[in-house]
């Protein structure tokens, strides 16, 4: 072994029914590695509940009846992750469970009768091969720039490390800006980390959506109001505006105020004061307008449905966010987040993920952006019994949508007979053709596109047709 992993004692289970392997696995693994060995996959997932190992050497038939049992739990397995050394041992020589074996990334695989002697070899080229990956890996997170996350945003793509910029430039300044992206990305996490990092981040920060209240409250809310100044107003009010004095004012889809409220909005830009509904003089306010929108401003503006004027007030600074499709390689991050998260919050062990359902939820296009996948993995974490998330555990929508969950259906794991398969689809288009044509097996060639000696045979050899 090298000099940087040599003084390195790895940790190694095996697990196996077998008594004849205990001594041989002692007398060749336990004076290198912490050994332990384990006879059920109960206590494996005891012991991992404790302490991921290093390596973990797994008898294939010893979990379950069958040996596509040993494959499922070498997917369990691999699911604590890729630095994880895995190696399946097995008294079959069946080429197919070792196929499967290597389609669930196993390091290694051993039949029966095992080499020890070898398997110790074997493991310490893979042991020392992946500290060294670790090591690398670690030593060039440590020299990267780009943060994995940002205040409260997570992401580490190149649309949101431009996001990180825009915010950093922006926060030390006064100017508006306006955070446009569509619904679901995360506009007011912008504003709250833009906020944090500038000079107003102990002064109030006041946030209103737009889009949740009705115009005829909305413009108190804004505004404020005096006593008096309607039927309800008991006592004087100060709306939303005047309560971000010396602080920060998020307007949230602010594409929804109507025309009446947007020309009140611009007076109280333009001046920086306010007056509130039923009130004589204006109020100078010292706020920094934060404006968020998921509409097509632009387009607004050409339909008359957004004026111009107010367009160009608050139109300053603009920072864009992406939609999470358009975010690669951000998905696993946010999943590793969400599944922390919300396992700590529901004070239960974190799950896992199938590397088959990674796949699937960052192919998805993700209508809904972060929030949509946030809320489904604080759904899976709830309903989930299991340490591991499995594709059947994911909604109708991603598996009907998912290119590999159709792979998955169409080829099992366990592979399929092609000549069988074949004639199942053959016999079926015969039959549907020969239905179609009122049994007439010259009409079904012809719907089919063969000759009538190919579609004679084809009725011959699966009998099917009249003769």
Known sequence: MSPQTESKRFSVIIVTTDDRVRPEAETYLAGEHDLVVLRTWDEIRASIDKRVPDAILLDLDTVGERSQDGISALVELRTLGPDLVLVGL??????????????????????????????????????????????????????????????????????MRLVYDAIKRVSQSTSTVLIRGESGTGKELVARAIVVLGPRAQKPFISINC????????????????????????????????????????????????????????????????????????????????????????????????????????????????????????????LNHFLRSYCLSNKVPLKGLEPEVIRILEEDNWPGNVRELENLVQRLVLMVDGPVIKVQHLPQRLLYNSAVSQESLLIPEAGVNFDEEIAKIEVAYLTAALRRCGGSKIGAARLLGVDKQKMHYLCRKYGVGRD
């Open 90 to 159: 097995t008294r079959s020589n069946n080429r197919n469970l070792r196929l499967q074996a290597i389609a669930a990334k196993v390091d290694e695989y051993f039949v029966a009768p095992v080499n020890f002697d070898e398997v110790r070899g074997v493991l310490n080229r893979i042991l020392e091969k992946r500290a060294l990956e670790i090591e690398c890996r670690q030593r060039r997170r440590s020299k990267q720039t780009e943060p994995e996350s940002f205040c409260e945003l997570i992401g580490n793509s190149e649309p």
């Open 211 to 334: 889009a949740a209240l009705p115009e005829q409250l909305i413009e108190t809310e804004l505004f404020g109001h005096e006593k008096g100044a309607f039927t309800d107003a008991r006592s004087a009010r100060a709306g939303h505006i005047e309560l971000a004095h010396t602080g920060t004012l998020l307007l949230d889809e602010i594409a929804t105020l109507g025309l009446a409220l947007q020309a009140k909005l611009l007076r109280v830009l333009e001046d920086r004061a306010v007056t509130r509904i039923g009130g004589q003089n204006a109020k100078k306010i010292d706020f920094r307008l934060i404006a968020a929108t998921n509409e097509n401003l632009e387009e607004l503006v050409r339909s008359g449905r957004f004026r111009e004027d107010l367009y160009y007030r608050i139109n300053v600074v603009p920072i864009d966010l992406p939609a999470l499709r358009d975010r690669p390689g951000d998905v696993p991050l946010l």
